[in-house]
T-cell receptor, first 111, second 114 residues
Framework: KQEVTQIPAALSVPEGENLVLNCSFTDSAIYNLQWFRQDPGKGLTSLLLIQSSQREQTSGRLNASLDKSSGRSTLYIAASQPGDSATYLCAVMDSSYKLIFGSGTRLLVRP | EPEVTQTPSHQVTQMGQEVILRCVPISNHLYFYWYRQILGQKVEFLVS????????KSEIFDDQFSVERPDGSNFTLKIRSTKLEDSAMYFC????????????FGSGTQLSVL
């Protein structure tokens, strides 16, 4: 059974710092991996999608990498801003095309 | 970008009552999903639906839950007799094909069972 783990559970950084969020999964038979942002009490905003054949994807200050064989992904946020404060969720698409989510990393960027 | 629409955004109900959560998937999508997120917990898969049939369901999706596509546009999740532990945010999602493309999520319905 696929398990997705995210480390750390919470992170507090000063504004301007570069940071890395980690995601690991137990079964490497995935179709893709998505990173989402969730603000408190709100829905899921898709940030980046990496297909299983890809190594990384970039969007603005965000860069996500995928190492499928080792079951790991990282989300790199450059020059963090207070507006980046949110929970970041990692999810993998399994062999039946459903997403399995991690518990998330709660990020606080202090002004 | 096209959107998945969910209504209502908030629903309050009494324990034991039936609730129907509504979703309008993106118009040319064929695969539909419900997920839920209990406060402070992971987003969990409930059910997937294609061609008017359930494709897969989790152990959470017991006989109290049902899904339906009553017409060409709506996709509903019914909870027959709500329990306190059904209180959660419920997300609908859809995608076009049975491939590795992205799932599009709605903004969720916050269900509170009193």
């Amino acid at each position: 059974k696929q398990e997705v783990t995210q480390i750390p559970a919470a992170l507090s950084v000063p504004e301007g710092e570069n940071l890395v969020l980690n995601c690991s999964f137990t079964d490497s038979a995935i179709y893709n991996l998505q990173w989402f942002r969730q603000d408190p009490g709100k829905g899921l905003t898709s940030l980046l999608l990496i297909q299983s054949s890809q190594r990384e994807q970039t969007s603005g200050r965000l860069n996500a990498s995928l190492d499928k064989s080792s079951g790991r992904s990282t989300l790199y946020i450059a020059a963090s801003q207070p507006g980046d404060s949110a929970t970041y969720l990692c999810a993998v698409m399994d062999s039946s095309y459903k997403l399995i989510f991690g518990s998330g990393t709660r990020l606080l960027v202090r002004p | 970008e096209p959107e998945v629409t969910q209504t209502p955004s908030h629903q309050v109900t009494q324990m034991g009552q039936e609730v129907i959560l509504r979703c309008v998937p993106i118009s040319n999508h064929l695969y539909f999903y419900w997920y839920r997120q209990i406060l402070g917990q992971k987003v969990e898969f409930l059910v997937s639906f294609y061609n008017n049939e359930i494709s897969e369901k989790s152990e959470i999706f017991d006989d109290q839950f049902s899904v339906e596509r009553p017409d060409g546009s709506n996709f509903t999740l019914k909870i027959r007799s709500t329990k306190l532990e059904d209180s959660a945010m419920y997300f609908c999602a859809s995608k076009k094909e049975a491939t590795n493309e992205k799932l599009f999520f709605g903004s969720g319905t916050q269900l509170s069972v009193l």
